[in-house]
């Protein structure tokens, strides 16, 4: 399992993320964050300013969610693995 963090703070809403992974969307708020429903995530949390999904698989072997951290112009959003 591997986790994306979005630090909302730092998220501009550009969407790079957006055109990479398809697990990415835009909120009420017009800031990035993961879609619930979307395949492979687990669950995803919005504490204070930032968002995290826990989604099933590795970090290594998924490439959207590497293409879309590496886009994001601000480094608003990270990706590391987790334990079960």
């Known amino acids: 399992m591997f986790e994306i963090e979005i630090d ?21 708020d017009g800031l990035a964050t993961i879609d ?11 504490t204070g300013g930032r968002v995290v999904a826990v989604l099933e698989g590795d970090a290594e072997s998924d490439d959207d969610a590497t ?14 693995e987790v334990d079960a």
Not at 8 to 28: K, Q, T, Y
Not at 67 to 80: E, F, H, K, Y
């Open 8 to 28: 909302r703070d730092a998220c501009d809403g550009i969407f790079a993320c957006l055109a990479r992974d398809g697990r990415f969307v835009e909120d009420d």
């Open 36 to 46: 619930p429903d979307a395949a492979g995530v687990v669950r995803v949390e919005q």
């Open 67 to 80: 293409l879309a951290t590496r886009a994001c112009p601000p480094g608003a959003i990270s990706v590391r």
